[in-house]
């Protein structure tokens, strides 16, 4: 993984002309399809213009076609020439732009038509069949490529050294808890050649910072209620502002205003609830989820957001987490489906006897990779 360079180099060579480095910023470079075997991660939050950076490609490589065959000598490796652009875009997202166009490369303030340079996947296998089918395109961008499975990283690697293509990946790479998004995105990172980071406004009132994260909140009544660290990582949602307290609304935040009450809570104390259930003893955890549904002040987790945000004026926001619906089915998806600390006995056998919301615990779990039927039966007993 190398960064850019580009960026030393501009400022060495303005700085002996006489410039004083902190006047520097970045070129807006055009694409150099003369380089071959990249792999480019181009990531930022939503609004950063990963979307109208892939347009520039595509509108520079229109340029770059009409030139010479000395130009398609030095852009050509093989079969593939890197002024052929195709573009790759998930499943999912077909639909999701219903004014435009299904070969449209919709952006803020207009769309391109790619004709048959686009092609919609679901999983890195399908990757692979378009990439043998089309072995004249040499640049290949693939959007939001952290939301296929991991092998998708070591098949774009492969390649890209072994014929020289170029990737071009749009992506978010941060979830809401800061955190890197997924094994997926951790491989791309790991495999890329340069890194082009894009950043956005905060969205916050009273801010105009330029920022990078990924903030996750409810409106509950209309107010900003920030998600809890422990909410569930995937939950399906459309693009549109939602006033559904089960519906997670995103926006791009600095980190002063990027609440993200509940991490040393997460850590702390239910964390530890998980590993004694995981011993047998499921008394404790059962004890603090029961109070989070029926008594939140006597659990454990108002006591510590209590103590760490109630006495400030400008963190009090973080308490509003607690105004977000179903916590304690959140809490216990966190630590069956991510940590893995509860059997799926346990789960049935808790949510039956908490009367927890069996149908958006089911359909989080699925989309979340991890189904359970909750229908079924155990034996409290037997636990
Ligand atoms: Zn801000």
Redesign the pocket.
Known sequence: MAQSTTELQTQTFLKSLGFPALMVHDAQEHFDFTRSGRRILVIGPMGSGKTEFSSRVWRDSKVALKKSDTVAALTTTGEADRRRIFFIRSMLDKGRFPDYPDDALAFRGGFERLGDSIAHISNSFELEEVLEKTPRAGTWIIDEASFYDERIAYVVSNASKSRGLNFIFPTLILNFRKDIFNHTARLLLETATEIIPLTAY?E?KD?I?D?LYTYRYYSVDGEECPALYFDPLIIVGGDTHKDNPLEPNYCT??D??HYLPGKEYTYLNLKPLGEKAATGQIEPLLEELYNIKNDLTASQLYQQLQKRYDHEEDQRINMNALKVPLIAERALMFLFAEQNLLTEDQLIAITEKLDLNRDYLSRTLANNRRPVNLDQKVMWDLL
């Open positions: 905060c916050h801010c910072v920022s935040r600095c002063k205003h």
